[in-house]
């Protein structure tokens, strides 16, 4: 996807980690609000990867660190994925997404947000 490709490039540079961590919650939050009545299990898993990933990168002793903030990409820009578009065949949702539901989704995300020094809502 071409909004990805300078989220991707944005990733290197370490200086800025603090603030591409802002933007990748906005980014997941605006896309979560978008979907939040239809969120199907393919979009549940990866938004939750995604977060769980951008949780594990806050959380890293070692900082400034991108590889999870990767990771984070990959599942967002998977979870954005159009249904016509995705390869699904061998897809097998983790029994905890599929059992997730917005609510959490929104509630793990905020736990980062505040954890990163963002305001509640």
Same mark, same amino acid.
């Not at 370490?14 to 609000?33: E, K, M, S, Y």
């Not at 059992?99 to 959490?104: A, C, P």
């Given at each position: 996807?071409?909004?990805? !490709? &300078?989220?991707? $490039?944005? %990733?290197? !540079? /370490? =200086?800025?980690?603090?603030?591409? $961590?802002? @933007? /990748?919650?906005? *980014?997941?939050?605006?896309?979560?609000?978008?979907?939040?009545?239809? /969120? !199907?299990?393919?979009?549940?898993?990866?938004?939750? =990867?995604?977060? %769980?990933?951008?949780?594990?990168?806050?959380? &890293?002793?070692? @900082?400034? +660190?991108? %590889?999870? *903030?990767?990771?984070?990409?990959?599942?967002?820009?998977?979870? *954005? +994925?159009?249904?016509?578009? #995705?390869?699904? #065949?061998?897809? #097998?949702?983790?029994?905890?997404? %599929? =059992? #997730?539901?917005? !609510?959490?989704?929104?509630?793990?995300?905020?736990?980062?947000? @505040? $954890?990163?020094? /963002?305001? $509640?809502?």
């Amino acid at each position: 996807m071409e909004p990805f !490709d &300078s989220l991707y $490039r944005q %990733v290197n !540079d /370490l =200086d800025n980690i603090p603030a591409f $961590r802002v @933007q /990748l919650v906005g *980014l997941i939050f605006q896309h979560l609000h978008r979907l939040e009545n239809a /969120l !199907d299990n393919w979009e549940k898993d990866h938004f939750s =990867d995604a977060i %769980v990933a951008l949780g594990l990168n806050v959380n &890293s002793k070692q @900082q400034p +660190t991108n %590889v999870w *903030l990767r990771l984070c990409l990959i599942d967002l820009e998977k979870a *954005l +994925t159009p249904k016509e578009l #995705r390869n699904d #065949r061998n897809f #097998r949702p983790a029994p905890s997404a %599929v =059992d #997730r539901s917005y !609510d959490e989704l929104v509630e793990k995300l905020d736990s980062i947000s @505040q $954890r990163i020094g /963002l305001p $509640r809502d």
